[in-house]
């Protein structure tokens, strides 16, 4: 399995064809507490870059993109109930969506693990 990172703060774990999708430890840290997440339906189709879900927090709503083209193939159900997940759990059990890869290739536009550390530490 692969994990990269956007510039958005989110992360990808590629197995297969199949990406699991959610927000960083740095995107959480810098909402504080979450207290809603949206994520897509099952059977949505996102181009890379489209709004896919939300998160709302005690600071800040803000949009979740799709990093990468494809169809929902699970949303996260535990978000709906527990929000709180994200913070407890960013890079693990508080992921958003899974879809299917409509195009492979997007992921070479995307930062390994090293990049998006050193991305972060000039922020």
Do not use: C
């Amino acid at each position: 399995m692969s994990r990269y990172f956007t510039e958005d703060h989110e992360w990808v774990d590629v197995d297969g064809e199949t990406a699991t999708v959610g927000i960083t430890e740095y995107a959480q840290s810098q909402l504080g507490d979450i207290v809603f997440v949206e994520t897509p339906d099952e059977g949505k189709s996102f181009a890379k870059g489209d709004d896919a879900a939300v998160v709302e927090s005690v600071k800040a709503a803000s949009d979740v993109y799709a990093p990468v083209s494809g169809t929902v193939i699970e949303g996260n159900a535990s978000l709906t109930d527990n929000p709180a997940l994200v913070n407890e759990d960013p890079e693990g059990e508080g992921w958003f969506f899974k879809l299917t890869l409509a195009d492979a290739d997007e992921l070479e536009s995307l930062m390994d693990e090293a990049a998006y550390a050193d991305f972060t530490s000039k922020l």
